[in-house]
């Protein structure tokens, strides 16, 4: 079974849950920036938590299957039309051969996850069906005439225990590794301040706007491994948090670590927005 | 070896130097620490997917500080010396470029650690007297397979991208291919030896 794009939107890429331990050869871990909501689409169509699905960044992916799939769109609430019939959002959906899907702009968040029963079955790349968008492993990025072949399912899906999603709020934050770096007090005003989010944001790092955050010590740090959701800063001063393709090693200080549970957050998070940390 | 905690799930170990953070992370990955990512640099190493980090805490302090075993002999990458900083590096070295090329060719460089890109090694074993300052701008576009140096660091670009390394010659050899059991040419702790092509 294969689905057949016709027009991906502003950026679609497949994901599954990445590769990790191969930071040190220099390559990104990859993943669905929204994990919950990526592992809730797989589990209301009974998948393998493992299997790939869609990521769309700001909605607008039309397909069609050349034959009858289950389908689930989660994630950032865009609209999702079967051949011109409007159909849920979280909502196990038959899409019938030939039948044209259509997600429209989410009213809110950034990424919506559509998966498919069987998953998607495109040649895994050092054991992993993620496109990471810093180096470019793993498959293409989804493209108008892109064929994505489907793997194997059973009859209607049957979905697993699917708990409440995550509530939002403050991202909590540990200390981070050079947070001496910094002067006193650095932490605090990182949560003490409401930051925007920058339009340069993307699956590498959500870049925040607002009061610069003082540096004690000057000079170059060595270039050192960096963790997902590290917020590193830059010399001016703006931090940037680290999200599933960024580089495995950097040269910034770290003054922080978003706790892993809240990173989900930042994949739904606007240009314009804003955000707040608190400690952990 | 100071550790630092990164978050909940990782640690960072400083040891000083590349030598001792390659040799710490060659050690810890064939002892079972239970971590997901060992990941050298020139003076750390980071330890992420930690389940337990006071446990690997206790493991780390059982680290002798041997320098990195070296198990085989020399991945040989053949060099085409006609780079475009050759003449520059020769300046700095007070020689000319033969002498450059022989300097080059005669080092036994150990990879240290991967970094900037895919199977970009950082190359250890020049002396820190032929130290070259990189380029005040950098280029838009080095080449694939552009041999280069960077203070006392050789490195080989593994794809085309933006650098400012200073670029002495090129190698046909391909550094990455993530079709490979062995993705990275040069993974760290690899010895390495250059020859004229």
Redesign the interface.
């Known amino acids: 079974m294969t689905l057949h794009v016709r027009n991906p939107g502003p950026l679609t890429t497949v994901q599954d849950r990445g590769r990790p331990g191969l930071a040190h050869l220099g390559v990104p871990r990859a993943g669905p920036l929204d994990r919950p909501a990526a592992d809730l689409a797989n589990r209301l169509l009974g998948n393998d938590p493992a299997a790939a699905v869609l990521e769309l960044t700001l909605g607008g992916l039309e397909l069609t299957s050349d034959r009858g799939v289950w389908v689930v769109l989660t994630g950032a609430p865009a609209p999702v039309e079967i051949s011109g019939t409007v159909r849920r959002h979280a909502h196990a959906e038959w899409l019938a051969a030939g039948d044209v899907l259509r997600i429209g702009r989410p009213s809110s968040g950034v990424r919506s996850y559509l998966a498919v029963a069987g998953g998607v079955d495109v040649e895994p790349v050092l054991g992993s069906r993620s496109t990471d968008t810093l180096a470019w492993v793993g498959p293409p990025r989804v493209e108008a005439g892109s064929a994505l072949p489907v793997g194997d399912s059973e009859g209607r899906p049957a979905p697993h225990d699917t708990p409440r999603p995550p509530a939002p709020g403050p991202l909590r934050v540990h200390p981070g590794p050079r947070a001496d770096w910094f002067a006193a007090g650095a932490l605090d005003a990182l949560c003490a301040t409401a930051y925007g989010v920058g339009a340069a944001s993307n699956r590498i790092g959500l870049r925040l706007e607002g009061p610069p955050l003082e540096r004690v010590r000057t000079g170059e740090l060595a270039s050192e491994g960096m963790v997902l959701g590290a917020v590193q800063v830059p010399p001016d001063g703006r931090p940037v948090v680290f999200l599933a393709d960024h580089p495995p090693t950097g040269g910034y200080p770290v003054l922080a670590v978003v706790e892993p549970a809240d990173l989900w957050q930042c994949a739904q998070l606007r240009p314009g927005e804003t955000v707040r940390f608190r400690r952990a | 070896m100071r550790l630092?905690?990164?978050?909940?799930?990782?640690l960072?170990a400083e040891v000083g130097d590349a030598r001792s953070a390659l040799g710490l992370?060659l050690w810890a990955r064939t002892a079972g620490l239970g971590v997901?990512?060992?990941?050298?640099?020139?003076?750390?190493?980071?330890f992420?997917?930690v389940d337990d980090p006071d446990r690997l805490r206790e493991r780390l302090a059982g680290w002798s500080g041997e320098p990195p075993a070296v198990s085989r002999g020399p991945v040989e990458v053949p060099v085409t010396y006609d780079g475009d900083d050759l003449d520059f590096v020769a300046d700095r070295w007070g020689t000319d470029v033969a002498g450059v090329v022989e300097r080059h060719t005669a080092t036994g460089f150990v990879s240290s650690?991967?970094?900037?890109?895919?199977?970009?090694a950082y190359l250890a074993g020049l002396d820190e007297q032929w130290a070259v300052p990189r380029l005040d701008t950098p280029r838009s576009r080095v080449p694939v397979g552009a041999v280069a140096l960077a203070g006392s660091w050789c490195g080989v670009y593994p794809t085309a991208s933006p650098g400012g390394w200073r670029v002495i010659g090129r190698t046909d050899v391909a550094l990455w291919d993530?079709?490979r059991a062995e993705?990275?040419l040069l993974?760290?702790g690899t010895p390495v030896r250059f020859v004229r092509a």
């Open positions: 630092r905690p990164v978050g909940p799930h990782a960072l992370a997901l990512e060992v990941v050298p640099a020139a003076e750390t190493v980071l992420d997917g650690f991967c970094g900037f890109a895919p199977g970009f993530a079709t993705p990275a993974a760290p």
